[in-house]
């Protein structure tokens, strides 16, 4: 009897044997549906032992954990990664910090990871391969005689060619990225971004086949948890005097914070009639604290929050809440739900969920406003959102104003375009039409169709 296609996923790391979050929320539900493997790091890191896969199952699902050594984890994660992909990625050449060793850590863990998964795979198994942690991994599969089926999705942006430029060992990563079948991309901007790289950088390599996959959510599960009692009401609907703004972030430089919260103060600084009737909440739980830049950023931001509460609060009104704990889908989809301004303004990011979130939350009769940073994947499928440009303090604050402002009316017709395009591209056709793909690559390096957005 033949051997049952399974789908392997390859991610930095695995979900947690109880729960997930991120990219694995996403894709469990359907993994668990048909024979499955997730393979990646476990979140420990040991001196030893190193070897060591640890595996348990999830229904279907076979999720296989790996540790790694503190200092792997150091070169590939928080070195290269981290420091200079993440950044080069976000256009930030500013914050990369490249060190040969760094590079050499992330090469050793992808082909460490490769090995790792060797002995694991079936013949039949389609490879699909996430995130720029694992830009060669491909690479290092076909050094091993691994022959499967492989894919690639990139979750975060990929820079234009003149900034990609910067990046050292860009030539030696195109090479490994090129082993993969097929890749995919967040938006045209990305794919083609990539193309006019390779071209102009390797024109003697072959171009896999290329594809843009937006992600998506489920806006019917989510309007489901938004529905819920709310855990915390910010807002309540017996006190109409104050209309809420909210942003969730992860505390991070490329997410456009610092610019959020000036805009934000030039509001309340040319409309004073908003006093005591309008308070952002920003969430934004902390990450990485002990890197520089993050540091920096936090401190930036506590000195922002404070101008901002002396200036313009009193004893009865709070103009801003900044809470940097953790929160989850539990507590969040009501709040974004209360929320008659869903902020997010991101300086530059691959799709950025949390916008679709927002929008799936909404009160289908009362809904309220996306207020969104053209720079992020979003902003191509969401043409219901009022886009600005995050660097310009004014265009954000007019949107606020705007959007505090706007009739009920154009907020249902608004919101009507957003979910219908959340319901046509959610986060089950995202993976169906990304395999679907990958299965039909015959080695064109013809880009695919790219998916319709409504």
């Known amino acids: 009897m033949e051997m049952q296609e399974r789908v392997v996923i390859v991610a930095n790391r695995t979900p947690a044997a109880k729960s997930a979050g991120g990219l694995a929320s996403g894709l469990l539900d359907a993994l668990k549906r048909q024979p499955s493997l997730w393979f990646g790091w476990s979140g420990e890191l040991r001196e030893e032992d190193s070897n060591t896969v640890q595996l348990f199952s999830r229904n279907r699902l076979t999720v296989a954990a790996i540790p790694l050594t503190p200092d792997a984890h150091n070169r590939y ?75 690639f999705f990139l979750h975060i942006p990929f820079p234009v060619p003149c900034v990609a430029q910067a990046i050292p060992r860009i030539d030696e990563l195109l090479d490994a990225m090129c082993d993969y079948d097929l890749l995919g991309f967040q938006t045209e901007d990305d794919r083609s971004a990539f193309v006019a790289l390779c071209r102009e950088r390797r024109p003697e390599i072959r171009l896999p086949t290329t594809g843009v996959y937006p992600i998506g959510v489920d806006p019917h599960e989510l309007q489901r948890e938004a529905e819920a009692a709310p855990l915390v009401e910010l807002w309540p609907e017996d006190d109409h005097h104050i209309q809420g703004i909210l ?50 950023l936090r401190r930036e931001l506590t000195a922002l929050a404070g101008q901002i509460l002396g200036r313009h609060g009193d004893l009865e009104w709070q103009p801003l809440r900044y809470v940097e704990r953790q929160h989850d889908r539990a507590m969040l989809m009501p709040l974004y739900r209360q929320a008659r301004v869903g902020l997010v303004t991101p300086l530059k ?95 064109s390096s013809e880009p695919l169709a790219t998916p319709l957005s409504a």
């Open 247 to 296: 942003s969730v972030d992860r505390l991070d430089y490329t997410k456009g914070l610092p610019e959020r919260f000036k805009a934000y103060a030039l509001l309340l600084e040319e409309h004073p009639e908003l006093h005591g009737h309008v308070q952002l909440v920003q969430i934004a739980p902390p990450s990485r604290t002990d890197v520089p830049a993050y540091a920096e």
């Open 77 to 151: 994660y928080n070195g290269f990664a981290n420091g200079v992909l993440w950044p080069a990625f976000h256009h930030r050449l500013d914050l990369m910090c490249f060190s040969e060793d760094d590079y050499l850590g992330y090469l050793e863990v992808n082909q460490h990871m490769a090995a790792q998964l060797r002995p694991l795979l079936r013949e039949r198994d389609l490879i699909w391969v996430h995130d720029y942690h694992l830009l060669p991994f491909a690479g290092m599969c076909r050094q091993l005689g691994i022959t499967q089926r492989m894919g």
């Open 349 to 443: 990011d691959g799709m950025n969920l949390v916008a679709k979130e927002y929008v799936a939350a909404q009160d289908p009769d009362d809904p309220g406003v996306l207020v969104l940073s053209r720079f992020a994947g979003a902003a191509s499928q969401l043409d219901g959102a009022l886009l600005v440009n995050p660097h310009d303090p004014g265009e954000v604050a007019e949107a606020m104003r705007q959007a505090l402002s706007m009739s009920r009316e154009e907020r249902r017709a608004r919101y009507r375009r957003m979910w219908e395009v959340l319901c046509a591209s959610d986060i089950n056709g995202w993976r169906t039409r990304y395999l679907k793909d990958l299965r039909a690559v015959q080695g």
